[in-house]
């Protein structure tokens, strides 16, 4: 089901008994991100959402671990679980090996008419009929009506965390949508954290590069939850985030002009944040206790100018805490991963399955499992993964069997450890990395390794034969399946 806002979400979260109400005043500068850590780390039963009605200094409430699971996750994209958002996109586009490079670019091509088709065809909605313009500010805006949060003791200021942060290419005009983390400086006032490999930062460059003093800019909070996390999947630079969140809600996403600035945001949104950013000013920004687990470093990032703030009159601000995995992002991740299955399909048809597990935090490791052809497949697979959009980002990858199940980590590792010879089944690269990865010498440039775990050979340097994989015969597992019932082994029944 698709919902018309954030409200409407929350709504079905309680109705489902998926959210807690926090009636107790909480303080937004720390307290509530170790109330939300504690959830995202204790027992899956007790995970819940929670809405913190009652915030310390602000009337807005604020509901975070919105996602915090993948039950969640896949509800809040209008499927039963994430395995389908995998195959509905499956269904979209033909699967089957491309006849060359042109064939692929066609299927690509069909992909991107199918996506636009679903998003570009918004109802505009007046002004006046717009949820999200029901309050208007400008001269008297200020973000501190907005309960920002402190996520931790060596942040350097309140972040906010869960936006969609909307810009237009400065010379084409194309819209891109991005989740990237904004410090609150003042009442007044925005740095905009979006990495060099983002498409706010190319924006940017190309803003300099032409002259544009400034890029009209927005920030939207909450609204359909198709939209929020749309803003976080990695897309091409031409295919455009509310055109997902429209295929994904079944409807194209109703837009309303901003009262400031010369952009169109969700009118079903909970607050929008207007102001412009200027290219050629930056501030330290940071620190910033990031997903990785670690703090990021201060670094310079764009300044954002708050020109007006419009809201609902009864706004919820969503929010988010990242750092040691497990938490909230991950199941974020988890919905990018099965959905983009499919386009990584596209280019490389021998991949079977891939998984980014937690504490890999993404682009530390992907598992991946692939139907082997020929000598040399695997690396075949790892050179492609590393030239693919943000994959080319993975510091690690390690190919599998098309029988490996890559989201068994117990099960993959006994392939990545057993399955190779380290003189002879590794590839070592540099190339670009997450701008957080802090282990890199060097910002967004680094080492980086892909593993061959699957079954070697001969041609592959080994000339011994492969052993079997050891398995019971399937006669004798269907007797004994035939016989549990009757078994008095009180620790195992049930369990078959």
Not at 43 to 72: D, T
Not at 225 to 252: K, M, T, V
Not at 377 to 405: E, F, P
Request: glycine fraction near 8%; aromatic fraction near 6%; hydrophobic fraction near 40%.
């Amino acid at each position: 089901m698709a919902f018309s806002s954030l409200r409407d979400y929350v709504k079905n979260l309680e109705a489902r008994g998926d959210l807690v109400r926090v009636t107790a005043q909480v303080s937004a500068e720390l307290e509530i991100t170790e109330i939300v850590d504690r959830m995202s780390k204790g027992p899956a039963l007790q995970n819940k959402a929670l809405l913190f009605e009652n915030v310390k200094g602000h009337s807005v409430p604020v509901l975070i671990n919105a996602f915090g699971s993948a039950e969640r996750m896949a509800r809040a994209l209008g499927v039963r679980e994430l395995e389908e958002l995998r195959q509905k996109l499956d269904a979209l586009i033909d699967l089957r090996p491309p006849q060359g490079f042109g064939d692929t670019l066609a299927r690509g091509g069909a992909l991107l008419g199918a996506l636009r088709d679903a998003g570009v065809r918004p109802r505009r909605v007046k002004p006046r009929n717009a949820p999200v313009q029901a309050v208007v500010e400008t001269g008297t805006a200020s973000l501190d009506t907005i309960p920002i949060l402190t996520c931790w003791p060596g942040d350097g200021g309140p972040f906010v965390t869960l936006p969609q942060v909307i810009t237009r290419d400065p010379v084409k005009g194309t819209r891109n949508v991005g989740m990237y983390r904004l410090q609150q400086v003042d009442a007044r006032t925005l740095l905009v954290h979006w990495q060099r490999h983002k498409g706010g930062a190319e924006h940017e460059r190309v803003a300099l590069e032409n002259r544009k003093p400034t890029i009209p800019a927005a920030v939207v909070l909450g609204g359909d939850p198709a939209c929020i996390w749309a803003a976080s999947a990695p897309l091409p630079p031409d295919i455009d985030e509310y055109w997902l969140a429209g295929w994904l809600r079944g409807r194209p996403v109703p837009f309303v002009d901003c009262v400031s600035q010369p952009l169109q945001v969700p009118a079903n949104a909970d607050i929008v944040i207007e102001g412009v950013i200027d290219p050629n000013e930056h501030r330290p920004e940071g620190p910033f206790g990031d997903h990785t687990g670690y703090y990021t470093p201060v670094e310079p990032f764009p300044v954002f100018h708050v020109t007006a703030i419009t809201r609902r009159t009864d706004p919820i601000y969503p929010a988010t805490v990242v750092g040691i995995p497990p938490m909230e992002d991950y199941w974020m991740g988890k919905a990018t991963e099965r959905l983009f299955l499919p386009l990584v399909r596209l280019f490389l048809p021998e991949v079977v399955d891939f998984a980014m597990p937690a504490p890999g935090l993404f682009h530390n490791l992907v598992l991946v499992s692939i139907k082997k052809r020929f000598p040399g497949h695997a690396r075949k697979v790892i050179h492609g993964l590393w030239g693919l959009a943000l994959l080319s980002l993975a510091k690690g990858i390690v190919i599998v069997d098309d029988w490996v199940d890559v989201h068994n980590p117990t099960e993959a590792a006994w392939q990545a450890l057993g399955n190779v010879d380290w003189s002879r089944d590794i590839v070592i690269a540099e190339g670009p990395v997450d701008q957080l990865d802090h282990a890199s010498a060097h910002s967004s440039f680094g080492g980086k390794i892909g593993i061959d775990a699957t079954a070697k050979l001969p041609e592959e340097g080994h000339p011994r034969p492969w052993p079997q994989v050891v398995t019971m015969d399937p006669e004798v597992k269907a007797r004994v399946d035939a016989l549990w019932p009757d078994l008095d082994i009180p620790t195992l029944k049930g369990s078959v």
